[in-house]
């Protein structure tokens, strides 16, 4: 039970009002006076869920406050109407298009675009340098995934020589792994690891034959 004076947000409740019916149910009204000095009218079960928490200045100003701003490539412009999801609003994106984004998701970050941004990502996971194109994955993808599906694919066949024995991939990549070791010289070349204690990383790897590979197990032996 609401008490008088007692505050939600920037109202203060004054004095109950009275009832009134609304969709089939009675609600008690109360009298309210908010920061900014109006009064306004407003139900007890608005004030108690925080529904309602000004006379509705915070949302006039909150809406002045959010134009022209950005939230990842978009720039909130204008409100474009309210739903179940709260005020959407008009925004335009760094790639030129425009799009309706409730405030909501523009706020907690998950809209940040108009949706370039998620096609722009998944042409980057599936089309690397061109090189994992479907029925068109490159000799250096695969070496890619296989080294990586090693150390740290616990199910995998061969995880206990590398991931279990603590070898890690240490290539957050594609591109960072490509730009390290560039194209295989020739069919006959894999993956290698300078010091076969080592991790896959930046300068511990290398494209090398199967004698190659052979010598430098040798020598780790010794």
């Not at 990842?72 to 412009?77: C, D, N």
Request: net charge positive.
């Amino acid at each position: 039970m609401i008490q008088e004076n007692t505050r939600f947000g920037n109202l203060r409740a004054v004095w109950p009002v009275g009832r009134q019916s609304h969709g089939g149910q009675t609600k008690v009204m109360w009298q309210c006076v908010c920061d900014c000095g109006k009064m306004t009218l407003t139900s007890a079960g608005n004030l108690t869920t925080g529904h309602t928490r000004s006379c509705g200045c915070l949302g006039k100003k909150f809406r002045k406050d959010v134009i022209g701003k950005t939230f990842g490539r978009l720039m909130a412009r204008w409100p474009a109407g309210k739903g179940k999801g709260g005020v959407s609003w008009l925004c335009s994106c760094e790639c030129g298009k425009l799009t309706v984004v409730t405030i909501s998701r523009l706020l907690n970050g998950t809209t940040k675009s108009c949706g370039c941004l998620a096609t722009e990502s998944k042409k980057s996971r599936c089309v690397i340098h061109g090189q994992d194109r479907a029925g068109l994955r490159t000799p250096e993808y695969a070496a890619y995934t296989q080294a990586k599906n090693r150390c740290e694919n616990s199910a995998g066949p061969k995880y206990d020589y590398y991931g279990g024995r603590g070898i890690r991939f240490k290539f957050q990549s594609f591109g960072e792994f490509f730009a390290e070791l560039g194209k295989r010289p020739a069919n006959n070349y894999s993956l290698d690891r300078k010091n076969n204690d080592g991790h896959y990383e930046p300068g511990n790897v290398r494209w090398a034959t199967k004698k190659e590979q052979a010598n430098n197990r040798r020598k780790a032996c010794r």
